[in-house]
């Protein structure tokens, strides 16, 4: 069998900046950030108080019985396939239950579980803990709770490779489909992190960003000589990925077209990225596309903010675009929705469709001061409105050295 084509049909978004599509990209058009100082009980304890929270209300969106058994990673991921798979149109699923899956990332997965659970053993003494707390635990959990809520019996995984994995999930979903194994996938990513526990931990490993002293919605910096970190953020974003003759049968509204993904892995420390290991992905997901560097008029950096990963980025890509990385802009969306994690991926694959969708690059906000070793075209001074940028690249880089990037084309040169 030749290899299939992989339209995406469908699109859900769980982010800072607003829960759908539509509210997502306005604010990265506008160059708006969801960064914010955090606002709640443990923040006091909390040398670093900066985040990018979701403003979503669990009890507005399920009966009380099944929220009690959603870690709030699930939730997220529910309802961003919600919306997905309502955007995918009637008859997605009428290939059969049997050849759609559901591969999902995450990095931390239920992590408010968790923390609520040593609270209340360690803190409290409780006796018992909730009856669900391994289910709602779970790395899994979101996955599962996707293929239940639409009865899919395809494949269902969960990718947990730190900050690549949905990338990775959405990267394995498109070969499924290419290979012949599946018509439909639903793939993505979901992270909820921002949580006392996790948020000591990733205090302790001294990534965190410090907050701006003028505003803290400014805190990120990716690429600037005065960026000192990530920020963490949570969300979650969900793609109907589908077999190309099968979304056009149907007449479904095509997205876009994932054509490319470059998996590999550094293999040499659980935090320090290489050239090496980046500029490969790059290049195998150019080469799984079968096209040429210079064919990529766009791409969405990991860009977290950090000393380490900016500068390694930003030569990784001029190893692979050689002259052309003078010419292909580039920009590191993280500035606005800080970083997601495991669902990172998944949520700037989204913003990258919706770039060559409406023909909008979206900025690289607090990027006021050049860092001489990051020179490239960063979109710094707001969003770039563009016309014949048809193909893009998304990449993600991951502590533990799992490098993921994908390449996709817009629905309009696809369907040329």
Not at 18 to 39: I, P, W
Not at 103 to 112: I, P, R, S, Y
Not at 277 to 302: C, F, K, T
């Amino acid at each position: 069998m030749s290899a299939r084509r992989v339209a995406v049909t469908g699109l859900g978004v769980i982010s800072p900046l607003g829960n759908d599509e539509v509210s997502f990209f306005d604010g990265l058009q506008a160059g708006r950030s969801g960064v914010c100082r955090l606002d709640t009980p443990f923040s006091e304890r909390l040398s670093t108080r900066i985040g990018a929270p979701v403003a979503l209300d669990g009890s507005a969106c399920f009966s009380p019985p099944k929220l009690r058994m959603l870690d709030r990673v699930s939730q997220f991921a529910l309802v961003a396939a919600q919306q997905a798979v309502g955007g995918a149109g009637s008859g997605v699923f009428d290939g059969g239950h049997e050849r759609t899956g559901v591969f999902l990332g995450t990095g931390m997965g239920g992590g408010q579980t968790v923390d609520d659970g040593y609270r209340a053993l360690y803190a409290d003494g409780a006796a018992r803990l909730p009856p669900f707390s391994v289910l709602m635990a779970m790395n899994h959990a979101a996955a599962a709770w996707i293929g239940i809520e639409y009865g899919l019996c395809g494949p269902n995984l969960t990718y947990s490779t730190a900050c690549s994995s949905s990338a990775v999930a959405i990267g394995e979903a498109w070969r499924r489909i290419r290979d012949g194994e599946t018509d439909v996938m639903l793939a993505g990513g979901s992270e909820a992190p921002l949580n006392l526990g996790t948020l000591k931990a990733w205090e302790a490993l001294r990534t965190l960003a410090t907050e701006d002293a003028d505003d803290p919605a400014a805190s990120c910096k990716p690429f600037a000589l005065d960026r000192s970190g990530m920020v963490l953020g949570e969300g979650a974003a969900v793609l109907v990925l589908e077999e190309w003759e099968h979304a056009q049968r149907r007449g479904a509204r095509i997205r876009g077209e994932l054509i490319g993904y470059g998996l590999c892995t550094d293999s040499t420390h659980m935090t320090h990225p290489t050239v090496q290991g980046q500029a490969r992905a790059m290049a195998l997901a150019l080469e799984s596309a079968a096209i040429d560097a210079s064919a990529v008029g766009y791409i969405n950096a990991h860009g977290t903010g950090t000393a380490a990963n900016d500068v390694t980025e930003t030569r990784g890509i001029r190893e692979v675009f050689a002259a052309h990385a003078d010419r292909v802009p580039v920009s590191s969306t993280k500035s606005m929705h800080g970083h997601l994690l495991g669902a990172a991926g998944a949520l700037e694959l989204v913003a990258t469709l919706l770039a060559l969708e409406r023909g909008t690059l979206p900025p690289t906000i607090n990027l006021r001061n050049a860092d001489p070793a990051c020179d490239l075209d960063y979109i710094s001074q707001g969003a770039r409105k563009v016309s014949g940028v048809d193909v893009a690249m998304s990449n993600a880089f991951a502590f533990g050295g799992t490098n993921a990037v994908l390449v996709c084309r817009s629905a309009a040169s696809a369907e040329a």
